[in-house]
């Protein structure tokens, strides 16, 4: 069982940067762990996700060269560095993990999820 805790958000200003961290607890090794994010009423994003050991990460084309996905795996932590933020990044973020890579950007495949944390970006 694993279990997926986020925290880190709060309000930024348009252009400014926030960094979410999650932190796993349980059996993690050979993960993939994952963000996500949700606006109400639309469907869950895939945004970034890594397999560190592996050298795998990849990202959606919404947020690359924005968002920066990094894992320590001595501390079982996952962080999300979001820099030139936008109004259109508001939303809940959520931290997720499967076993493999394979279709991660599909919330469906992933396995466990955290219970989200917001972030709000205003112009």
């Known amino acids: 069982q694993v279990q997926l805790v986020e925290s880190g958000g709060g309000s930024a200003q348009a252009g400014g940067s926030l960094r979410l961290s999650c932190a796993a607890s349980?059996?993690?090794?050979?993960?993939?762990m994952g963000w996500f994010r949700q606006v109400p009423g639309k469907e869950r994003e895939g945004l970034a996700a890594?397999?560190?050991?592996?050298?795998?990460?990849d990202y959606a084309d919404s947020v690359k060269g924005r968002f920066t996905i990094s894992q320590d795996n001595d501390s079982k932590m996952v962080y999300l560095q979001m820099n030139n933020l936008k109004p259109e990044d508001t939303a809940m973020y959520y931290c997720?993990?499967?076993?493999?890579?394979?279709?991660?950007?599909?919330?469906?495949?992933?396995?466990?999820w955290g219970q989200g944390t917001q972030v709000t970006v205003s112009s």
């Open positions: 997720a993990a499967k076993r493999g890579c394979t279709d991660w950007r599909y919330p469906a495949k992933m396995n466990y």
């Open positions: 890594i397999k560190s050991g592996y050298g795998f990460s």
């Open positions: 349980g059996d993690t090794y050979g993960y993939c």
